[in-house]
C-alpha cells in the first residue's frame, strides 16, 4: 500500500502543482529552482490582505551552509515604495523569494499586513503580490491574451488601462494587427523593454495590494529604459512597492532605501540622506553617474 501511496501522493502534489502553476506562470517558473519544497500548514489561513504592508523582522537565511541573508529588519507602509539596492549577489533576490516563500526563513519572520506569511496559504500569499521579474515570460498568444491571463475576468477597460499604464500603446499602434498581434517563440519578438513593459500591464491587471518590480540587469535603450522609469513611477504611485533596483537612477522617489552588502542592511534612508551619509550608496551613485 505504502508503494502505491508514494507516488499517487507524488502525483497529486504535480496536479495540485501544475493546476496552481497554469493560474500564475511567475510561480511556474519559480518552480523550477524551489528547493526544498514548502508546504502549508494544515492550519494554514486565507486572510484578506488589502494593503500590502510588509515587515521583515530578524531575517536570517542559508542555502545549505552558506549565510546569505542575516538578521533583514525593514518596514514597508502601506502606499509606501521601498527600494533594495546592493552589489550583485548581495541577497536582493532572496529576499523576494523569501517573501514569495519558496524557502522558509532559518530565524525571524515576514508579515504582510502583520499576517505572518508562514501561517497563511501559499495562494493567499501570492495573490497579494504582483511581481514585474527581471524575465518575463511570454506564451504564444496575441499581446491582448498575454496581459489578460494576470486578470481573466477583467473588463476590456481594466485592460485597457493597464496598457496605457504601462505605456505600450505607442508601441501597439505601430503593429498591422495591433493588440492581435501574436507574440513568443512563433511570432513578434519583443525587446527586453517591451516584455518589462507587458510585465508592468500585467501587474497592474492583477491588482494585488504589494508590488515587486525587479529591475532588468541588462543595459536598455534609453527610450525603453525611460518608458519603463515613467511606467513604474505610475505603477508605484500610491501603491505598496518593493523596488530591486540595479539603477539607482530608478528610486531616487523611494521613500526608502535599504543598501545591502554581503547579506546585510549596511544603510538605510532617502536618496538625499544616503548622499549625504557619503558611505556605500554615495559610492554607487558616483560610479553610475561616471558611466552614463
Ligand atoms: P544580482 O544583483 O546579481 O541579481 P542578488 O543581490 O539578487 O544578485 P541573490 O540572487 O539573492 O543576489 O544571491 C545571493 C547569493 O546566493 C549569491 O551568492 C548566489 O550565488 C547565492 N544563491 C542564489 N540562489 C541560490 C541557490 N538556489 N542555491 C545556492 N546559492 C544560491
Do not use: C
Amino acid at each position: 500500500m505504502m508503494q502505491l501511496f508514494m507516488p499517487l501522493n507524488f502525483l497529486g502534489f504535480v496536479y495540485r502543482e501544475i493546476r496552481g502553476a497554469l493560474a500564475n506562470i511567475e510561480r511556474m517558473f519559480s518552480l523550477l529552482d524551489r528547493q526544498p519544497l514548502i508546504n502549508d500548514l494544515p492550519t494554514a489561513t486565507t486572510p484578506s490582505i488589502t494593503k500590502g504592508a510588509l515587515k521583515f523582522e530578524g531575517v536570517s537565511f542559508s542555502y545549505g551552509e552558506r549565510q546569505i541573508l542575516k538578521a533583514i529588519d525593514f518596514e514597508l507602509k502601506p502606499g509606501q515604495k521601498v527600494a533594495i539596492v546592493g552589489d550583485s549577489g548581495a541577497g536582493k533576490s532572496t529576499i523576494v523569494k523569501l517573501l514569495f516563500r519558496f524557502y522558509d526563513t532559518n530565524q525571524g519572520s515576514i508579515f504582510i499586513d502583520g499576517h505572518d506569511i508562514s501561517a497563511m496559504t501559499q495562494d493567499a500569499l501570492r495573490s497579494a503580490i504582483a511581481i514585474v521579474p527581471q524575465d518575463t515570460v511570454l506564451f504564444n498568444d496575441s499581446l491582448l491574451e498575454n496581459i489578460r491571463y494576470a486578470n481573466p475576468n477583467a473588463s476590456d477597460e481594466e485592460v485597457n488601462a493597464a496598457i496605457e499604464m504601462a505605456h505600450l500603446s505607442a508601441f501597439v499602434k505601430q503593429l498591422e494587427l495591433g493588440w492581435h498581434t501574436k507574440v513568443g517563440e512563433r511570432g513578434l519578438k519583443l525587446s527586453g523593454g517591451e516584455k518589462q513593459r507587458v510585465a508592468i500591464a500585467r501587474a497592474i491587471l492583477k491588482g494585488s495590494p504589494l508590488l515587486i518590480f525587479d529591475e532588468a540587469t541588462s543595459s536598455l535603450d534609453s527610450h525603453s529604459e525611460k518608458a519603463i522609469l515613467t511606467a513604474l513611477k505610475e505603477m508605484t504611485q500610491g501603491h505598496t512597492s518593493l523596488v530591486i533596483a540595479h539603477r539607482l537612477s530608478t528610486i531616487v522617489d523611494a521613500d526608502q532605501i535599504l543598501v545591502l552588502s554581503k547579506g546585510s542592511i549596511v544603510e538605510r534612508g532617502t536618496h538625499d540622506e544616503l548622499i549625504i551619509q557619503q558611505g556605500l550608496y554615495q559610492k554607487l551613485w558616483t560610479v553610475q553617474h561616471q558611466q552614463s
